[in-house]
Protein backbone atom coordinates (compact mmCIF):
# COMPACT_ATOMS: atom_id res chain seq x y z
CA UNK A 1 0.00 0.00 0.00
CA UNK A 2 1.54 3.19 -1.30
CA UNK A 3 2.00 6.12 1.82
CA UNK A 4 0.49 9.05 0.87
CA UNK A 5 2.70 11.96 1.11
CA UNK A 6 2.03 14.85 3.88
CA UNK A 7 3.02 18.12 2.91
CA UNK A 8 2.13 19.97 6.29
CA UNK A 9 5.08 17.97 7.91
CA UNK A 10 8.17 19.95 6.60
CA UNK A 11 6.20 23.30 6.33
CA UNK A 12 5.76 23.32 10.34
CA UNK A 13 8.90 21.87 10.68
CA UNK A 14 10.71 24.69 9.05
CA UNK A 15 7.75 27.51 10.68
CA UNK A 16 9.36 26.13 14.10
CA UNK A 17 12.93 26.72 13.08
CA UNK A 18 11.82 30.12 12.13
CA UNK A 19 10.37 30.80 15.10
CA UNK A 20 13.34 30.07 17.26
CA UNK A 21 15.57 31.64 15.36
CA UNK A 22 13.66 35.20 15.72
CA UNK A 23 13.29 34.43 19.01
CA UNK A 24 17.20 33.65 19.46
CA UNK A 25 17.55 37.48 17.58
CA UNK A 26 15.55 39.04 19.68
CA UNK A 27 17.16 37.42 22.71
CA UNK A 28 20.78 38.58 21.00
CA UNK A 29 19.50 42.23 20.66
CA UNK A 30 17.69 42.39 24.15
CA UNK A 31 21.07 41.59 25.62
CA UNK A 32 23.21 43.98 23.53
CA UNK A 33 20.78 46.47 24.77
CA UNK A 34 20.80 45.69 28.21
CA UNK A 35 25.07 45.80 27.38
CA UNK A 36 24.60 48.88 26.24
CA UNK A 37 22.22 50.18 29.17
CA UNK A 38 25.20 48.91 31.44
CA UNK A 39 27.94 50.41 29.98
CA UNK A 40 26.45 53.98 30.02
CA UNK A 41 25.88 53.41 33.74
CA UNK A 42 29.47 52.33 34.12
CA UNK A 43 30.53 54.81 32.53
CA UNK A 44 28.04 57.58 34.33
CA UNK A 45 29.19 55.98 37.95
CA UNK A 46 32.63 56.45 36.80
CA UNK A 47 31.84 60.12 35.93
CA UNK A 48 30.53 60.78 39.08
CA UNK A 49 33.74 59.29 41.25
CA UNK A 50 35.82 62.00 39.15
CA UNK A 51 33.50 64.43 40.00
CA UNK A 52 33.10 63.40 43.83
CA UNK A 53 37.17 63.22 43.96
CA UNK A 54 37.06 66.42 41.88
CA UNK A 55 34.96 68.41 44.41
CA UNK A 56 36.38 66.74 47.52
CA UNK A 57 39.66 67.92 46.53
CA UNK A 58 38.71 71.45 46.02
CA UNK A 59 38.40 73.32 48.93
CA UNK A 60 37.17 76.90 49.82
CA UNK A 61 40.62 76.77 51.09
CA UNK A 62 42.53 76.36 48.13
CA UNK A 63 40.48 78.49 46.70
CA UNK A 64 41.33 81.62 48.64
CA UNK A 65 45.21 80.95 48.46
CA UNK A 66 45.40 82.44 45.48
CA UNK A 67 47.64 86.25 45.87
CA UNK A 68 45.98 89.25 45.59
CA UNK A 69 47.54 92.21 43.56
CA UNK A 70 48.40 95.27 46.11
CA UNK A 71 48.02 98.91 44.23
CA UNK A 72 49.77 102.45 44.70
CA UNK A 73 49.08 105.82 43.11
CA UNK A 74 52.13 108.02 42.57
CA UNK A 75 51.26 111.62 41.57
CA UNK A 76 54.05 112.99 39.34
CA UNK A 77 54.55 116.42 38.94
CA UNK A 78 56.01 117.45 35.07
CA UNK A 79 58.11 120.89 35.22
CA UNK A 80 57.83 121.70 31.19
CA UNK A 81 56.71 120.42 28.24
CA UNK A 82 53.31 118.78 26.64
CA UNK A 83 52.89 117.15 29.77
CA UNK A 84 53.47 119.81 31.84
CA UNK A 85 51.29 119.24 35.26
CA UNK A 86 50.20 116.09 36.88
CA UNK A 87 50.71 112.91 35.30
CA UNK A 88 49.34 109.46 37.74
CA UNK A 89 50.91 106.07 37.74
CA UNK A 90 49.67 103.38 39.38
CA UNK A 91 52.08 100.48 39.95
CA UNK A 92 51.28 96.40 41.20
CA UNK A 93 52.59 93.99 43.23
CA UNK A 94 51.37 90.53 44.32
CA UNK A 95 50.49 90.02 47.89
CA UNK A 96 53.28 86.98 48.26
CA UNK A 97 55.16 84.86 45.89
CA UNK A 98 57.14 81.75 46.39
CA UNK A 99 60.55 81.26 47.31
CA UNK A 100 62.96 81.41 44.46
CA UNK A 101 60.45 83.20 42.01
CA UNK A 102 60.49 86.82 40.91
CA UNK A 103 58.08 89.04 41.75
CA UNK A 104 56.13 91.23 38.77
CA UNK A 105 55.95 94.55 39.14
CA UNK A 106 53.30 96.42 36.68
CA UNK A 107 53.57 99.91 35.62
CA UNK A 108 50.84 101.77 34.09
CA UNK A 109 49.45 104.88 33.50
CA UNK A 110 46.43 106.51 35.02
CA UNK A 111 46.86 109.71 33.40
CA UNK A 112 48.81 111.25 30.90
CA UNK A 113 47.16 114.01 29.20
CA UNK A 114 48.57 116.60 26.92
CA UNK A 115 48.11 120.41 27.00
CA UNK A 116 48.54 120.96 23.60
CA UNK A 117 47.70 118.84 20.25
CA UNK A 118 50.04 115.97 19.48
CA UNK A 119 49.73 115.02 16.23
CA UNK A 120 49.86 111.11 14.56
CA UNK A 121 52.93 109.33 15.11
CA UNK A 122 54.20 111.15 17.81
CA UNK A 123 56.66 109.45 19.55
CA UNK A 124 56.67 109.22 23.39
CA UNK A 125 59.75 107.67 25.05
CA UNK A 126 59.08 107.06 29.12
CA UNK A 127 61.84 106.05 31.14
CA UNK A 128 61.14 105.50 35.51
CA UNK A 129 62.96 104.37 38.28
CA UNK A 130 61.38 102.52 41.33
CA UNK A 131 62.67 101.63 44.33
CA UNK A 132 63.08 98.15 45.30
CA UNK A 133 64.43 96.51 48.58
CA UNK A 134 64.94 92.74 49.31
CA UNK A 135 64.88 92.01 45.80
CA UNK A 136 67.94 92.72 43.18
CA UNK A 137 66.76 93.24 39.63
CA UNK A 138 69.73 94.31 35.95
CA UNK A 139 70.04 97.86 37.48
CA UNK A 140 70.74 97.15 41.03
CA UNK A 141 68.49 98.32 44.18
CA UNK A 142 65.95 100.23 41.25
CA UNK A 143 63.89 98.67 38.98
CA UNK A 144 63.66 101.04 35.68
CA UNK A 145 60.87 101.08 32.61
CA UNK A 146 61.85 102.11 29.59
CA UNK A 147 59.03 102.49 26.99
CA UNK A 148 58.51 103.95 23.15
CA UNK A 149 54.73 105.28 22.65
CA UNK A 150 53.51 105.94 18.78
CA UNK A 151 50.20 107.68 18.58
CA UNK A 152 48.35 106.02 15.75
CA UNK A 153 45.76 108.97 15.58
CA UNK A 154 45.84 112.38 16.65
CA UNK A 155 45.04 113.01 20.44
CA UNK A 156 43.35 116.36 21.69
CA UNK A 157 44.60 118.56 24.58
CA UNK A 158 43.30 117.21 27.84
CA UNK A 159 42.74 114.02 26.52
CA UNK A 160 44.12 110.64 28.15
CA UNK A 161 47.16 109.49 26.20
CA UNK A 162 46.67 105.13 26.14
CA UNK A 163 50.25 103.83 27.21
CA UNK A 164 50.19 99.62 27.51
CA UNK A 165 51.34 98.78 30.76
CA UNK A 166 54.52 96.90 31.43
CA UNK A 167 55.76 94.64 33.99
CA UNK A 168 59.41 94.34 35.23
CA UNK A 169 60.55 91.30 37.56
CA UNK A 170 62.07 92.05 40.46
CA UNK A 171 64.23 88.97 41.04
CA UNK A 172 64.06 87.75 44.89
CA UNK A 173 67.47 87.82 46.70
CA UNK A 174 67.97 84.91 48.31
CA UNK A 175 67.41 84.53 52.03
CA UNK A 176 64.80 87.86 51.43
CA UNK A 177 61.40 87.14 53.39
CA UNK A 178 59.51 90.15 51.89
CA UNK A 179 60.20 92.80 48.88
CA UNK A 180 59.39 96.43 49.27
CA UNK A 181 58.51 99.09 46.48
CA UNK A 182 58.62 102.62 46.27
CA UNK A 183 59.54 105.77 44.13
CA UNK A 184 63.26 106.19 43.71
CA UNK A 185 63.82 108.92 46.50
CA UNK A 186 65.90 111.62 44.13
CA UNK A 187 64.55 114.89 42.58
CA UNK A 188 63.22 113.25 39.60
CA UNK A 189 61.81 109.70 39.03
CA UNK A 190 60.41 109.71 35.82
CA UNK A 191 61.24 110.93 32.30
CA UNK A 192 59.39 111.79 29.47
CA UNK A 193 60.50 112.58 25.38
CA UNK A 194 58.02 113.56 23.12
CA UNK A 195 58.96 113.89 19.39
CA UNK A 196 56.13 115.39 17.33
CA UNK A 197 54.62 114.08 13.72
CA UNK A 198 57.96 111.61 14.08
CA UNK A 199 59.98 114.96 13.66
CA UNK A 200 62.80 116.99 16.00
CA UNK A 201 62.70 115.90 19.58
CA UNK A 202 61.72 118.28 22.13
CA UNK A 203 63.59 118.85 25.49
CA UNK A 204 63.08 116.41 27.66
CA UNK A 205 60.36 116.90 30.75
CA UNK A 206 61.17 115.53 34.01
CA UNK A 207 59.07 114.90 36.41
CA UNK A 208 58.96 114.68 40.21
CA UNK A 209 57.29 112.13 42.46
CA UNK A 210 54.78 112.88 44.67
CA UNK A 211 53.55 111.36 48.13
CA UNK A 212 52.55 107.65 46.87
CA UNK A 213 49.39 106.25 48.45
CA UNK A 214 50.20 104.17 50.29
CA UNK A 215 53.92 104.86 51.25
CA UNK A 216 55.31 101.52 50.46
CA UNK A 217 54.31 98.22 48.37
CA UNK A 218 55.49 94.56 50.02
CA UNK A 219 55.01 91.35 48.47
CA UNK A 220 55.71 88.74 51.03
CA UNK A 221 58.27 85.96 50.36
CA UNK A 222 57.44 82.05 50.93
CA UNK A 223 54.93 83.43 53.41
CA UNK A 224 51.62 81.93 54.24
CA UNK A 225 50.66 83.98 56.79
CA UNK A 226 52.74 82.43 59.56
CA UNK A 227 54.27 84.19 62.40
CA UNK A 228 55.96 86.02 59.47
CA UNK A 229 52.45 86.92 58.46
CA UNK A 230 51.73 90.52 57.61
CA UNK A 231 49.19 92.87 59.91
CA UNK A 232 48.26 95.18 56.47
CA UNK A 233 44.62 93.35 55.78
CA UNK A 234 43.01 93.65 53.12
CA UNK A 235 39.29 94.05 52.16
CA UNK A 236 36.47 94.86 49.41
CA UNK A 237 33.80 96.67 51.22
CA UNK A 238 30.25 96.35 49.71
CA UNK A 239 27.77 99.16 50.75
CA UNK A 240 25.24 100.15 51.13
CA UNK A 241 24.27 99.27 47.65
CA UNK A 242 25.87 96.73 45.79
CA UNK A 243 27.65 99.51 43.17
CA UNK A 244 29.38 101.16 46.30
CA UNK A 245 31.98 99.17 46.29
CA UNK A 246 36.35 100.22 48.30
CA UNK A 247 38.78 98.38 48.67
CA UNK A 248 40.02 98.98 52.39
CA UNK A 249 43.53 97.67 54.07
CA UNK A 250 43.53 97.90 58.13
CA UNK A 251 46.51 96.82 60.01
CA UNK A 252 45.08 94.60 62.58
CA UNK A 253 46.43 93.42 65.86
CA UNK A 254 44.92 90.73 67.60
CA UNK A 255 45.75 89.53 71.59
CA UNK A 256 45.20 86.23 72.65
CA UNK A 257 44.06 85.53 76.40
CA UNK A 258 46.32 83.75 78.45
CA UNK A 259 43.59 82.10 80.58
CA UNK A 260 41.40 80.40 77.99
CA UNK A 261 40.13 77.39 79.20
CA UNK A 262 37.48 74.63 77.59
CA UNK A 263 33.56 75.17 77.89
CA UNK A 264 34.43 78.97 79.54
CA UNK A 265 33.76 81.79 77.23
CA UNK A 266 36.83 84.12 76.60
CA UNK A 267 37.98 87.04 74.71
CA UNK A 268 40.29 87.90 71.41
CA UNK A 269 41.07 91.39 71.37
CA UNK A 270 40.65 93.10 68.09
CA UNK A 271 42.07 96.31 67.45
CA UNK A 272 42.62 98.10 63.75
CA UNK A 273 44.39 100.92 61.93
CA UNK A 274 43.44 102.44 58.69
CA UNK A 275 46.83 101.94 55.87
CA UNK A 276 46.82 105.92 54.95
CA UNK A 277 44.80 106.46 51.87
CA UNK A 278 43.06 103.21 52.44
CA UNK A 279 40.56 103.84 54.62
CA UNK A 280 36.95 103.11 54.24
CA UNK A 281 34.74 106.27 53.23
CA UNK A 282 30.70 106.99 54.66
CA UNK A 283 27.78 107.08 52.26
CA UNK A 284 27.56 110.31 50.25
CA UNK A 285 25.03 112.55 52.12
CA UNK A 286 21.55 111.06 52.34
CA UNK A 287 22.46 107.16 53.33
CA UNK A 288 23.30 107.18 56.70
CA UNK A 289 24.28 103.84 58.61
CA UNK A 290 24.93 103.33 61.96
CA UNK A 291 28.23 103.90 63.80
CA UNK A 292 28.92 100.25 65.27
CA UNK A 293 31.50 97.95 63.60
CA UNK A 294 31.39 94.07 63.96
CA UNK A 295 34.64 91.99 63.45
CA UNK A 296 35.79 88.58 63.10
CA UNK A 297 38.41 86.18 63.58
CA UNK A 298 38.63 82.87 62.41
CA UNK A 299 40.09 80.04 64.32
CA UNK A 300 41.53 76.38 63.64
CA UNK A 301 42.75 73.64 65.06
CA UNK A 302 40.22 72.55 67.69
CA UNK A 303 37.29 70.65 66.53
CA UNK A 304 34.24 73.18 66.69
CA UNK A 305 36.24 76.18 66.92
CA UNK A 306 36.05 78.16 64.05
CA UNK A 307 35.25 81.69 64.63
CA UNK A 308 35.12 84.71 67.34
CA UNK A 309 33.12 87.88 66.56
CA UNK A 310 32.74 91.08 68.26
CA UNK A 311 30.75 94.39 67.97
CA UNK A 312 32.53 98.00 69.30
CA UNK A 313 31.35 101.57 68.28
CA UNK A 314 33.37 103.25 65.28
CA UNK A 315 32.28 107.29 66.78
CA UNK A 316 30.57 109.74 64.49
CA UNK A 317 30.71 109.18 60.85
CA UNK A 318 30.24 112.26 58.69
CA UNK A 319 28.78 111.70 55.15
CA UNK A 320 31.90 110.77 52.47
CA UNK A 321 34.88 110.79 54.94
CA UNK A 322 36.39 108.31 56.17
CA UNK A 323 34.36 106.45 59.13
CA UNK A 324 36.71 105.78 62.52
CA UNK A 325 37.56 102.80 64.03
CA UNK A 326 37.32 102.27 67.53
CA UNK A 327 39.90 103.69 69.70
CA UNK A 328 39.97 100.77 72.18
CA UNK A 329 39.88 97.32 71.42
CA UNK A 330 36.78 95.04 70.37
CA UNK A 331 36.42 92.07 72.42
CA UNK A 332 35.62 89.08 69.90
CA UNK A 333 34.24 86.26 72.05
CA UNK A 334 33.96 82.79 71.57
CA UNK A 335 34.08 79.22 73.68
CA UNK A 336 35.75 75.82 73.17
CA UNK A 337 34.75 73.07 74.19
CA UNK A 338 37.80 70.83 74.35
CA UNK A 339 41.26 71.72 75.34
CA UNK A 340 43.62 72.61 72.84
CA UNK A 341 45.79 74.88 70.48
CA UNK A 342 44.46 77.41 67.87
CA UNK A 343 45.31 79.03 64.84
CA UNK A 344 43.54 82.16 65.09
CA UNK A 345 43.65 85.25 61.79
CA UNK A 346 41.80 88.36 61.69
CA UNK A 347 38.45 87.65 59.18
CA UNK A 348 35.75 89.57 58.04
CA UNK A 349 34.76 93.19 59.58
CA UNK A 350 31.45 94.70 58.92
CA UNK A 351 29.75 98.41 59.66
CA UNK A 352 26.58 99.43 60.45
CA UNK A 353 23.09 97.53 61.29
CA UNK A 354 20.32 97.72 59.09
CA UNK A 355 18.41 95.58 61.22
CA UNK A 356 17.66 95.49 65.01
CA UNK A 357 19.44 92.18 65.10
CA UNK A 358 22.29 92.86 63.13
CA UNK A 359 22.06 90.54 60.75
CA UNK A 360 21.93 93.05 57.90
CA UNK A 361 24.97 95.20 57.95
CA UNK A 362 25.12 98.66 56.04
CA UNK A 363 28.77 97.90 54.43
CA UNK A 364 29.82 94.00 54.24
CA UNK A 365 34.26 94.06 53.86
CA UNK A 366 35.69 90.44 53.17
CA UNK A 367 39.15 89.99 53.79
CA UNK A 368 41.08 89.15 49.83
CA UNK A 369 43.90 88.19 51.31
CA UNK A 370 43.91 85.44 53.95
CA UNK A 371 46.65 83.38 53.13
CA UNK A 372 49.04 85.91 53.67
CA UNK A 373 47.83 87.71 57.34
CA UNK A 374 49.51 87.29 60.28
CA UNK A 375 48.50 84.18 62.53
CA UNK A 376 48.64 84.15 66.19
CA UNK A 377 48.27 80.93 68.63
CA UNK A 378 46.00 80.50 71.18
CA UNK A 379 46.11 77.98 73.91
CA UNK A 380 43.18 76.48 75.55
CA UNK A 381 43.63 74.85 78.57
CA UNK A 382 41.19 71.83 79.94
CA UNK A 383 37.95 72.88 82.02
CA UNK A 384 38.22 73.03 85.81
CA UNK A 385 35.29 71.06 87.42
CA UNK A 386 32.35 69.61 85.42
CA UNK A 387 30.47 72.18 83.33
CA UNK A 388 27.44 74.08 84.92
CA UNK A 389 24.16 71.96 84.78
CA UNK A 390 21.82 72.99 81.33
CA UNK A 391 18.18 74.83 82.88
CA UNK A 392 16.41 71.67 81.73
CA UNK A 393 17.93 69.60 84.37
CA UNK A 394 19.07 71.67 87.40
CA UNK A 395 17.10 71.92 90.11
CA UNK A 396 18.89 74.56 92.45
CA UNK A 397 18.29 78.23 92.34
CA UNK A 398 22.02 79.26 92.89
CA UNK A 399 23.29 77.66 90.15
CA UNK A 400 26.53 79.11 88.17
CA UNK A 401 26.58 82.22 86.64
CA UNK A 402 28.97 80.79 84.28
CA UNK A 403 27.64 79.67 80.56
CA UNK A 404 25.71 76.23 80.40
CA UNK A 405 26.65 73.33 77.93
CA UNK A 406 23.48 75.00 75.93
CA UNK A 407 25.04 78.69 75.27
CA UNK A 408 28.31 77.10 74.81
CA UNK A 409 27.23 75.50 71.55
CA UNK A 410 25.63 78.24 70.33
CA UNK A 411 28.64 80.58 70.40
CA UNK A 412 30.61 78.18 69.83
CA UNK A 413 29.19 77.37 66.09
CA UNK A 414 27.45 80.72 65.18
CA UNK A 415 28.66 84.44 66.08
CA UNK A 416 27.29 85.81 68.85
CA UNK A 417 23.70 86.86 68.30
CA UNK A 418 20.31 86.98 68.92
CA UNK A 419 19.59 90.42 69.70
CA UNK A 420 21.43 93.51 70.83
CA UNK A 421 22.34 95.05 67.02
CA UNK A 422 24.97 91.56 66.99
CA UNK A 423 25.51 89.64 63.86
CA UNK A 424 24.19 86.35 63.89
CA UNK A 425 26.08 84.60 60.77
CA UNK A 426 29.48 83.85 60.47
CA UNK A 427 31.09 85.39 57.50
CA UNK A 428 33.31 83.58 54.98
CA UNK A 429 36.46 84.81 56.49
CA UNK A 430 39.44 82.90 56.22
CA UNK A 431 40.34 79.99 54.01
CA UNK A 432 40.25 77.85 57.51
CA UNK A 433 37.42 77.98 58.97
CA UNK A 434 35.45 75.25 57.19
CA UNK A 435 32.41 76.29 54.98
CA UNK A 436 30.00 74.28 57.17
CA UNK A 437 26.34 74.37 55.56
CA UNK A 438 27.61 77.25 53.36
CA UNK A 439 29.66 74.83 51.23
CA UNK A 440 27.03 72.84 48.84
CA UNK A 441 26.88 69.73 47.80
CA UNK A 442 29.09 67.31 49.64
CA UNK A 443 31.82 65.51 47.61
CA UNK A 444 31.01 62.34 49.37
CA UNK A 445 28.06 62.49 48.14
CA UNK A 446 28.79 62.05 44.53
CA UNK A 447 31.40 59.51 45.33
CA UNK A 448 28.86 57.04 47.61
CA UNK A 449 26.51 57.62 44.38
CA UNK A 450 29.21 56.77 41.69
CA UNK A 451 30.21 54.07 43.80
CA UNK A 452 26.69 51.99 43.61
CA UNK A 453 26.10 52.88 39.66
CA UNK A 454 29.27 51.32 38.93
CA UNK A 455 29.02 47.87 41.22
CA UNK A 456 25.35 47.92 39.54
CA UNK A 457 26.82 47.72 36.30
CA UNK A 458 29.69 45.15 37.05
CA UNK A 459 26.81 42.83 38.39
CA UNK A 460 24.59 43.43 35.46
CA UNK A 461 27.77 43.08 33.13
CA UNK A 462 28.55 39.42 35.38
CA UNK A 463 24.93 38.52 34.84
CA UNK A 464 25.05 38.70 30.72
CA UNK A 465 28.06 36.81 30.89
CA UNK A 466 27.00 33.97 33.16
CA UNK A 467 23.39 33.48 30.67
CA UNK A 468 25.63 33.87 27.93
CA UNK A 469 28.43 30.97 29.22
CA UNK A 470 25.75 29.01 30.19
CA UNK A 471 23.29 29.28 26.51
CA UNK A 472 26.72 28.20 24.65
Same mark, same amino acid.
Given at each position: ????????????????????????????????????????????????????????????????????????????????????????????????????????????????????????????????????????????????????????????????????????????????????? @?????????????????????????????????????????????????????????????????????????????????????????????????????????????? @???????????????????????????????????????????????????????????????????????? @?????????????????????????????????????????????????????????????????????????????????????????????????????????????
Amino acid at each position: MTKDWDPVTPVAVGHLLCLERRETVQKSKARRRLALKTSALGLAGTLALFVGSIAGLASPAEAQAAAVDKTMTIPFTCQSGPFAGTVDVKVTMPDTVATGATVPIKWEFVSLKPNQVLPAQTKIDIEADFDVTGAASATGTDLNWDQTVTLAAEVASGANVTVQAKTVDGKVTTGATSVTG @KPVPTTSSLWLTVTPGGGTPLPETSCVAGTPNPATLTTTVGGTGGGTGEDTVSYRCTGPTTSDVQNVQIKVELTMPTTAKANEQFSIGWKGTYVTGQELKAPAAGTTISP @KIFAYATLSGIAGLTSATGEGTTGTITAGQAIPLPTSAVSLKTTASTAGTATVKPGNVNFGSNSATGTDPGI @KCEIQNAASVKSYTLTVAAATGSPSPSPSTSTSTSASPKPTRTVTATVTQTPVGGGKGKVTKTPKGAAETGGGGDMGPDGRMFVLTGSLVVLAAAAGGLVLRRRSVSRG
